[in-house]
């Protein structure tokens, strides 16, 4: 799909097709009711406009979409809607140790024991070493700079589908 596409569509349609980037559903309204978009660069820049104008409890409907990293399981449950969206996000955990596997479980439910919400991180480009060395240090966050931490990394997260959505190589 390319921008005049995303465009034309009905906004129940143009509604799905954000939803595949990001679930929040006061995001997605506000991308629908945003288009016509004349650039990328536009709608790159009212994604995050919009993005950051949302409170906590849509950043918490957010994360919701998302499986625990290393997770597989959840990860073809959750994802069975946004799964050409988000293929590959989480590869590197293939090749991880069970070693570190073990610890991402570990850590991850640390984690959402600590915040009430899971681990999210931009794993596209990361090793699972990588995922869970930032993961033991987002652990001794206070709540309010782990909801931001994971917010930013939401954002990363929604434009590299957003690029995929649109056919845009990263």
């Given at each position: 799909?390319?921008?005049?596409?995303?465009n034309?569509?009905?906004?129940?349609?143009?509604?799905t097709?954000?939803?595949?980037?990001?679930?929040?559903?006061?995001?997605?309204e506000?991308?629908?009711?945003a288009?016509?978009?004349?650039?990328?660069?536009?709608l790159?820049?009212?994604?995050?406009?919009?993005?950051?104008?949302?409170?906590?409890?849509?950043?918490?409907?957010?994360?919701?979409?998302h499986?625990?990293?290393?997770?597989?399981?959840?990860?073809?449950?959750?994802?069975?809607?946004?799964?050409?969206?988000a293929?590959?996000?989480?590869?590197?955990?293939?090749?991880?140790?069970?070693?570190?596997?073990q610890?991402l479980?570990?850590?991850?439910?640390?984690y959402?024991?600590?915040?009430?919400?899971?681990?999210?991180?931009?794993?596209?480009?990361?090793?699972?070493?990588e995922?869970?060395?930032?993961?033991?240090?987002?652990?001794?966050n206070?709540?309010?700079?782990?909801?931001?931490?994971?917010?930013?990394?939401?954002?990363?997260?929604?434009r590299?589908?957003?690029?995929?959505?649109?056919?845009?190589?990263?």
């Amino acid at each position: 799909m390319n921008l005049e596409q995303l465009n034309q569509l009905s906004a129940d349609d143009a509604a799905t097709a954000f939803a595949n980037c990001c679930v929040a559903s006061r995001w997605i309204e506000g991308m629908v009711a945003a288009r016509p978009f004349v650039s990328l660069e536009q709608l790159y820049q009212l994604a995050d406009s919009i993005w950051q104008d949302l409170e906590e409890a849509d950043y918490l409907e957010a994360f919701e979409g998302h499986p625990k990293i290393g997770d597989v399981t959840s990860l073809k449950q959750k994802y069975a809607s946004t799964k050409a969206l988000a293929a590959g996000e989480q590869s590197s955990v293939n090749d991880a140790t069970d070693e570190v596997i073990q610890a991402l479980a570990t850590g991850n439910s640390d984690y959402e024991n600590r915040y009430g919400f899971i681990f999210i991180v931009c794993a596209t480009g990361k090793s699972a070493a990588e995922m869970l060395a930032l993961l033991q240090a987002r652990l001794g966050n206070e709540r309010s700079v782990e909801v931001q931490n994971a917010a930013d990394e939401q954002a990363k997260i929604t434009r590299i589908r957003i690029n995929k959505l649109l056919d845009i190589a990263a």
